[in-house]
């Protein structure tokens, strides 16, 4: 029987994953270019892609544990790792032209360039398992907030803070479409 979960589960993988490339091609953010003018404030495609998958994600996640079909699974809020690591993942998405999961995606679309941040990607990886040790005394465990959420940080509902985040995504939206010829610089 286990066997066959983790044969299913596996198979379940690959059917989201290559779901998960086909939308990501599908709203051109495998595109370098559409990446690049994201972070030249020329197009806002990846914004909205990205704002999208987190207001739909959100609302799903908290309906799946008010139905009792998921539960939490909260990390310790480690700020000074999240603060190094986003950072680190700014330069490299700036250097790259893609994050992990589009430069993958692109990969998978036949654009063998993607290939390069792949490999970095691997070598990063392994740099940061040679390193975990240090990582973890030294960077993890300085300014650690420990299992809590936003909801518990600031005492605002779950459904509240997801409501006003998709409300400030759809101001968000409307504004960059409405504003879409004046931001082009």
């Known amino acids: 029987m286990i066997a066959n979960t983790s044969v299913t589960g596996l198979l379940l993988a690959v059917v989201f994953g290559a779901a998960f490339g086909w939308l990501l091609h599908?709203?051109?953010?495998?595109s370098y270019n559409v990446i690049v003018n994201q972070l030249?404030?020329?197009?806002?495609?990846?914004?909205?892609?990205?704002?999208?998958?987190?207001v739909v994600g959100g609302l799903g996640v908290l309906l799946f544990v008010?139905?009792?079909?998921?539960?939490?699974?909260?990390?310790?809020?480690?700020?000074l790792a999240v603060l190094i690591g986003g950072s680190l993942f700014g330069i490299g998405m700036v250097l790259y032209g893609y994050?992990?999961?589009t430069?993958?995606?692109?990969?998978?679309?036949?654009n063998v360039h993607a290939l390069v941040g792949v490999f970095g990607m691997i070598l990063g990886a392994i740099a940061y398992a040679f390193s975990f040790d240090w990582v973890s005394s030294n960077i993890i465990a300085?300014?650690?907030?420990?299992?809590?959420?936003?909801?518990?940080?600031?005492?605002?509902?779950?459904?509240?803070?997801?409501?006003?985040?998709?409300?400030?995504?759809?101001?968000l939206f409307f504004y960059l479409e409405r504003n879409r010829a004046s931001l082009r610089p």
């Open 99 to 101: 994050c992990p999961g």
């Open 103 to 110: 430069g993958i995606a692109a990969v998978g679309t036949g």
């Open 66 to 79: 008010n139905l009792g079909l998921a539960n939490w699974s909260i990390r310790d809020a480690n700020m």
């Open 40 to 54: 030249r404030l020329k197009d806002f495609t990846v914004l909205k892609v990205m704002l999208t998958a987190i």
């Open 26 to 30: 599908r709203g051109r953010v495998t």
């Open 142 to 171: 300085a300014w650690r907030l420990g299992r809590v959420t936003l909801s518990d940080l600031t005492g605002i509902p779950h459904l509240v803070l997801y409501l006003i985040v998709g409300a400030l995504a759809l101001l």
